[in-house]
């Protein structure tokens, strides 16, 4: 059974605290973008109706990593300091990368702006969850057989 104690909840790195609140703002774009999409995005952007499913795209990634960056960082602060330690952190910061570039290509886009940082985003996350997957294999440790 894993514990959580007093000290892993109220003396986070910097590190992790940097991430959450990267994560929840991040998250409170997204809420906040989603709204707009809802309620009269297609009326202000010039691509209209594609614009919306650009935002929704764009708000369901946004959100969805955020929320990857939150749970990573904490499994990361729950390591010990070394590779896997690293590795997630590593992770955290492409997730964060990912929830910040993609999202805001689409933005973009929605409003005639560019799209190269597209590419970027969607490499970023997709390398954040490989580095993650990387790191929870590194934490294994193969059980002992008597």
Same mark, same amino acid.
């Not at 609140?21 to 809420?31: D, P, Q, R």
């Not at 009269?40 to 594609?50: K, R």
């Not at 939150?70 to 492409?94: F, P």
């Given at each position: 059974?894993?514990?959580?104690?007093?000290?892993?909840?109220?003396?986070?790195?910097?590190?992790?605290?940097?991430?959450? $609140?990267?994560?929840?703002?991040?998250?409170?774009?997204? $809420?906040?973008?989603?709204?707009?999409?809802?309620?009269?995005?297609?009326?202000?952007?010039?691509?209209?109706?594609?614009?919306?499913?650009?935002?929704?795209?764009?708000?369901?990634?946004?959100?969805?990593?955020? @929320?990857?960056?939150?749970?990573?960082?904490?499994?990361?602060?729950?390591?010990?300091?070394?590779?896997?330690?690293?590795?997630?952190?590593? $992770?955290?910061?492409? @997730?964060?990368? =990912?929830?910040?570039?993609?999202?805001?290509?689409?933005?973009?886009?929605?409003?005639?702006?560019?799209?190269?940082?597209?590419?970027?985003?969607?490499?970023?996350?997709?390398?954040?969850?490989?580095?993650? =997957?990387?790191?929870? @294999?590194?934490?294994?440790?193969?059980?002992?057989?008597?």
């Amino acid at each position: 059974m894993v514990r959580i104690t007093k000290d892993m909840i109220m003396n986070p790195s910097r590190f992790a605290v940097g991430s959450y $609140a990267f994560g929840a703002l991040s998250a409170l774009v997204s $809420a906040a973008l989603a709204a707009l999409t809802t309620h009269g995005l297609a009326g202000l952007a010039p691509a209209g109706d594609q614009a919306v499913e650009w935002f929704k795209i764009a708000t369901s990634f946004q959100m969805n990593h955020a @929320l990857g960056l939150i749970v990573v960082t904490a499994i990361a602060e729950r390591l010990d300091a070394g590779q896997a330690r690293t590795l997630m952190r590593a $992770a955290a910061v492409l @997730l964060g990368a =990912g929830a910040l570039l993609f999202p805001a290509a689409l933005y973009s886009l929605s409003f005639g702006g560019p799209v190269f940082l597209a590419p970027y985003g969607g490499i970023a996350a997709m390398a954040g969850w490989a580095l993650f =997957g990387v790191a929870v @294999l590194v934490t294994l440790k193969p059980k002992t057989t008597e």
